[in-house]
């Protein structure tokens, strides 16, 4: 069975960094194949797409996050990250990963990234 497990989410004041990892584990077939994306979903919001990268490394990420937020992945560690700088208080959510593979997607559980001072 397909796991994703996220981490790296905490307290950090405002303009701090964070790093997040994703670890997919259980596949069939291999990580490098799945194209991968992080999500946030802020409280009393609707969950919506951070930062997506294809299976041959093809990245975007959204406008509002633009400058500030990286995201890669080690296919020989099963893991994608996303590098967040300069943080903001409205970047506080529970940041989850997501894996698609033909017509499958899975989910972690997700991180939570808290930016307060």
């Known amino acids: 069975q397909v796991q994703l497990v996220e981490s790296g989410g905490g307290l950090v004041q405002p303009g701090g960094s964070l790093r997040l990892s994703c670890v997919v584990s259980?596949?069939?077939?291999?990580?490098?194949?799945?194209?991968m994306g992080w999500y946030r979903q802020a409280p009393g919001k609707q969950r919506e797409l951070v930062a997506h990268?294809?299976?041959?490394?093809?990245?975007n990420v959204v406008d509002s996050v633009k400058g500030r937020f990286t995201i890669s992945r080690d296919n020989a560690k099963n893991t994608m990250y996303l590098q967040m700088n300069s943080l903001k208080p409205e970047d506080t959510a529970l940041y989850t990963c997501?894996?698609?593979?033909?017509?499958?997607?899975?989910w972690g559980k997700g991180t939570l990234v808290t930016v307060s001072s």
């Open positions: 990268i294809s299976n041959v490394a093809g990245t």
């Open positions: 259980g596949s069939p077939s291999g990580f490098s194949l799945y194209r």
């Open positions: 997501n894996a698609q593979i033909y017509e499958m997607a899975y």
